[in-house]
């Protein structure tokens, strides 16, 4: 059997295809290698899946209407989609929603479509976002707390695709989990997170911008303790006609400013900091609590920001070949 893979070229993707590969798994990934970010870096992602045994790719846009549809025409081996394509970014979804809105919910419309068309699905597992629980204030956030105020064009995309998907239950039975993404990080990451877009503005001597003083707190989670939740949620499907959502993050809400002071160590360097009130898309922490998971599959994330930061640093030197940065170059604070 095989694994349909959304978004193969993106961060999570990536990471989870080379974690499906190496237990064995067939996978047939699709992106549609968007230029929101460096093409060069989904590029040497997918560079490293190409020879796997195992592993296809084609590249295909899920707003082309009737295209994943034709993909998976006549195909009688896939029983289980990880759906990770989305556009992401929070603050570009204020000046470019209609992006949003293609990618996030009529892109996730094809792939239900899709879905409830394959005969015997097992499992139809989703990429939604903590982003969903937008003003909240109690923590942690639970599944259960409602999640009726967005505070960006993003989370609204991202709640709209879970309305979609449990419509798609009532109607078609689709047996699907959502998981509620929490501050994914590592090795491989995008260079518009914070965490990156940090290290790139330390090692260019260009300012970072911490809001309210870098105290706002975030649920970093380290990407293979992501990966480990995605495929063990993907390992338990829910009965036929029943659909979840589930947090998946580290379960720990930690200071951004203490992010910086691990970068600067790793990196060598101090950063140059400037702070300011936080914008209407920024919440004031975020904190998942993940006792669903962690009794559906085990899940246990392990990976302190103490032990993630260093190796997704060291990974950007690498990446970035000697951190030859030019000290006149400017990047965008995150």
Known sequence: MTVLLTGAAGFIGHHVATALLGRGEQVLGIDNLDPYY?????????GLLADRPGFSFVPLDLTERGA?????????????????????????????????????????????????????????????????????????????????????????????????????????????SGLRFFTVYGPWGRPDMAYYAFATAIMEA???????????RRDFTYIDDIVAG???????????????????????????????????????????????????????????AIDRIAALTGFAPNTPLEVGVPRFVAWFKTWHGGLNFRVDAGVQGA
């Not at 460096?38 to 997918?46: C, G």
């Not at 260009?206 to 706002?216: A, F, R, S, V």
């Not at 995605?230 to 930690?254: F, Y």
């Not at 101090?270 to 004031?284: K, L, Q």
């Open 38 to 46: 460096d093409v060069s870096l989904k590029q040497a992602r997918l």
């Open 68 to 176: 994943l549809a034709g993909l998976l025409a006549g195909r009688r081996d896939i029983k289980r989609i990880i759906h990770l394509a989305a556009q992401a970014g929070v603050r570009r979804s204020l000046t470019d929603p209609h992006a949003y809105v293609a990618a996030n919910v009529e892109g996730h419309l094809a792939v239900l479509e899709a879905a409830r068309r394959i005969e015997g699905l097992e499992h139809l597992v989703y990429a939604s976002s903590s982003s969903v629980y937008g003003a909240n204030r109690k923590l942690p956030f639970e599944e259960t707390d409602a999640v009726d105020h967005p505070v960006s064009v993003y989370a609204a995309t991202k709640r709209a695709g879970e309305l979609l998907a449990e419509s798609y239950r009532h109607l078609f039975g689709l047996p699907q």
């Open 230 to 288: 995605v495929l063990g949620c993907l390992d338990h499907p829910p009965g036929a006609g029943e659909a979840r959502l589930l947090n998946i993050g580290n379960h720990r809400a930690e200071r951004v400013a203490d992010l910086v002071t691990l970068l600067e160590r790793e990196l060598g360097r101090r950063a140059v900091i400037r702070t300011a009130p936080a914008p209407a898309t920024e919440v004031v922490a975020t904190y998942a």
């Open 206 to 216: 260009t300012p970072i911008t911490l809001y309210d003083g870098g105290e706002l």
